[in-house]
């Protein structure tokens, strides 16, 4: 079928191109480009690596202590309106940032952005498409991943435009790009038919909710029908903090590479912000290779597996990056590390719709983000304050490289609830 006809039949692919495209805008111009106020700022200003690896810390927190009440919210009335708001904050946090003075100003910009990103990312986005999708699911999740990994592609520009205007004015012109195209975009969004929390039939299956009401079909008696767990439930099972604590520990080289990846490699390997920037860009193409991978084999194999692993090419890839000894041990980094990236993130959330349900995803996605949230929070923080210790990143980064190893086992040890 071509894809205009995809489109056509089915609205749900169009909620997956408006949350890449959603995503395309956080990646680009926030979680893979914070490296770049890092690294400008702590020149610049003269603050400690500490300090800015705070505003990454408070993005994670804010994420988490919002998780709950975000997975209640969005259960219950969907995502449209809290992605309208989320982009209107993350807008205009971006232009308080380039504003900010002092480093109180600095943290509550970043409290706004975070509140934006919350409000309008990774986690409505990723329900939106779990309650549209149930056969072609981690497909559907990785396709909107690729906005992510695309957004990687802009460092380049987003480090030109910094290094000829200056990181306050590349602040200020992210946040009127968000507003201009983030707006439009949350007007896409709405709820499955009947609401959020039905069973939408996606391209993979033969028939529509519409089509088959009141009619019966043996084919879809035939179907295995869905166990959806309640929260409490979830939490009673050892599938819910396996996954989380290994999410968590990928996130903990994750959010490290996004934070000091760019100041390592300027203070510690002697390039420049312009020659860091392009790594990042590599790293972005790999992230693009590992999604189109997951796209085509995330139906079709243990998840748990794959992601197993990925957390060891997320070792791997940030043990060259610490070591690297020339370029091409940073561009293998870069390569690794944007392939396991790419690869395993889809797969976070589709499992836990896969092993839970989709009737109370949200509060279960919720409630694993306050676990996941240690690992994002420890990352930046653990390198940031280790380099600022011995000045440099290795101890810091070989420490995180080896948690993230461990952690392939907590995937293969997380099996489906019985």
Known sequence: MAAGAILKAFYGWRIV????????????????????????MSDELGWSKTALSGGAALQSIEGALLGPALGWIV???????????????????????????????????IIVIALGVSFCGYFPLTIAIIHWFKH????????????????????????????????????????????????????VFKSPPGGAGEQPVDPGTRTSNVASAGTSDSSDAAEPVERNFTAAQALRTSAFWLLAVGHGFALL?????????????????GY???QASLAILLMTVGQTAGVLVGSVIGDRFDKRYVAAICMLMHAVGLLLLTFAANPYWVGA???????????????????RADYFGRSAIGMIMGLSAIVIALGQVAGPMVAGVLAD???????????????????????ILARKPA
């Open 333 to 351: 980094f870069a390569i690794l590390h944007g392939i396991a990236w790419g690869l395993r993130g889809p797969f976070m959330q589709a499992i």
């Open 75 to 109: 259960d219950r009335y969907g995502s449209r309106t809290m992605i309208r708001v989320g982009t209107i904050a993350f807008g205009l946090g971006f232009i308080g940032l380039g504003q900010v003075q002092t480093i109180g100003q600095f943290y509550a910009a």
């Open 253 to 269: 080289v994750v959010t490290a590479v996004n934070v000091h990846a760019i100041a390592h490699m300027k203070e510690g390997l």
């Open 17 to 40: 191109a408006a949350a890449g495209a959603m995503y395309f805008l956080q990646s680009a111009l926030l979680m893979q480009a914070f490296g770049l106020y890092v690294a400008v």
């Open 389 to 411: 210790l011995t000045g440099n990143y290795r101890a810091g980064f070989t420490l995180l490289a080896l948690i993230a190893a461990s952690g392939s086992l907590l995937f």
């Open 136 to 187: 072609q699911r981690a497909r559907a999740l990785a396709l909107m991943t690729l906005g992510m990994s695309l957004g990687g592609s802009f460092v380049p520009a987003v480090a030109w435009f910094m290094q000829a205007y200056g990181w306050r004015a590349t602040a200020v012109a992210s946040g009127a790009i968000i507003l201009l195209v983030g707006l439009p975009l949350s007007m």
């Open 272 to 274: 420049s912000v312009g």
